[in-house]
């Protein structure tokens, strides 16, 4: 993890660099994406097929795709007793957490006008579930669990499988929390199955959950023919500390999302040099010991920073351009700053408050908006899982008075059909 000093001619341009990070598309890649999506398109269960045998090494006939109830069964044989309660517990939270986004339907009546909002769940939505390097059965619970709370009747999973093999955490996360259509297709294929639909696999509404490059483009290519979660990148963390930080308790930390993936993004703001270079040997001391510290040893090299800036309003003006998907306050008085916070997708306070806690236990959703897209998007919620319709009626009284309101704005902008549309009722009222 490289380090630059707010005096040093490079750190606007590396600063410039963190905040422009976000990169929505590959041309090559789009094209070897959109290739499979019109495949999938065309040829259904069979393209699924031949893809997912070229890409996970498993082949199977239209009848296999789904998982079925015996393997679900199976899965619990297989598993830790104490993991299936400590999924459990990680359910309870997240759920309550998403019970208190619920929105209820409205109306008002006023002077003859019905106005009203109806809020609907989804019909179908279609769980993505990465099963490549590492699997998470978090991902199950985090992305199902606000579509439940929502009142989605149908949910849809599909997960890859290499070699057939399938986590057993997975299938249990999945059957904790009531989805038992699962199918065994992972990759571009299963985003082009769930958006267009095939003969075993139901076309739905919308996809969500994280994947690859591949999978995050295939997504972003079949938005507007389902809607989508967001358009989610490398995963990210931002530290902000002052001098009294405990550099372990950092390095842990900064490690921790450099393991997720080589892409991985990892920022440190702090006011000391000192502490810098502490956290810099806690770093090496910890990722000797790691299992994945090839992996984070890449990010790290890559995408990890470390910038020394005067004072912690320098760091909070600064995280709040960089809008990180998770954002970690080491300071004496964490609660001082959340106030100015504005731009993050999860904020962790206090170094009691490791960022782990949300992707895990703490309640709130850990699907989160990536390279800087928190100024504008947020968490996924139950709010990602219902529609909206508008409801209005008006009885002929109310509409004679309001109507010449409508009938001067229409003829305004040269829409005399609207304009008609009243005037026809009033004139056949009058």
């Known amino acids: 993890m490289k380090t630059i000093h707010f005096e040093d001619r490079r750190f606007q341009s590396a600063y410039k660099k963190v905040v422009n990070r976000l990169s929505l598309g590959d041309d090559n890649l789009d ?29 199977l006939k239209p009848s296999e795709l789904r998982v079925d109830k015996k393997e679900i069964k199976a899965a619990y044989a297989k598993a830790d007793k104490k993991v299936i309660n400590s999924l459990k517990f990680a359910a309870d939270r997240i759920t309550r957490f998403h019970e208190k986004q619920k929105q209820k339907s409205w109306f008002t009546r006023e002077k003859g006008v019905y106005l009203a909002q109806r809020v609907h769940p989804l019909e179908t939505v279609g769980l993505y579930v990465p099963g490549g390097k590492a699997a998470y059965p978090s991902s199950v619970l985090m992305n199902a669990i606000p579509a439940t709370v929502a009142g989605v009747p149908r949910l849809v999973m599909t997960t890859p499988m290499p070699e057939g093999h399938c986590n057993p955490y997975i299938l249990i996360a999945a059957d904790l929390v009531g989805v038992h259509e699962i199918y065994r297709v992972g990759g571009i294929q299963a985003i082009a199955a769930l958006a267009y639909g095939t003969k075993n696999i139901p076309k739905v509404d919308k996809i969500v959950g994280p994947g690859n490059k591949y999978v995050a483009a295939a997504k972003r290519l079949v938005f507007g023919q ?40 990892v920022i440190f703001l702090a006011t000391s040099a000192d502490l810098v270079e502490k956290v810099k040997e806690h770093m090496t001391a910890q990722l000797k010991v790691l299992p994945r510290k090839k992996i984070a040893q890449t990010a790290l ?14 760091a909070i003006e600064m995280s709040n351009a960089i809008a990180p998907e998770h954002l970690s306050v080491f300071t004496e008085k964490p609660f001082q ?10 904020i962790f306070l206090g170094e009691d408050t490791p960022q782990s806690l949300g992707d895990y236990i703490a309640g709130p959703n850990h699907v989160l908006p990536t390279g800087g897209t928190a100024r504008f998007f947020s968490p996924l919620s139950v709010d ?47």
């Open 301 to 314: 090299k890559k995408y990890g920073v470390a910038f020394v800036v005067p004072d912690l309003e320098t």
């Open 337 to 346: 700053w959340v106030k100015k916070l504005t731009q993050a997708g999860s």
């Open 31 to 59: 094209a070897l994406v959109q290739g499979i999506l019109k495949d999938v398109k065309k040829r259904g269960d069979q393209a699924v097929i031949e893809y997912t045998d070229q890409f996970d090494r498993i082949k």
């Open 226 to 265: 389902v809607d989508i979660d967001m358009i989610a990148g490398p995963s990210e963390l931002l530290i902000i500390a002052d001098e009294k930080a405990n550099p372990a308790y950092l390095a842990s930390d900064l490690i921790s999302q450099a393991e997720h993936d080589e892409e991985a993004v």
């Open 384 to 430: 990602d899982y219902v529609k909206k319709s508008s409801v209005i009626s008006y009885t002929r009284k109310a509409l004679k008075r309001d109507g010449e309101h409508l009938i001067r704005i229409a003829e305004v902008e040269s829409l005399t059909a609207h304009a008609n549309m009243v005037r026809i009722r009033l004139e056949d009222h009058a």
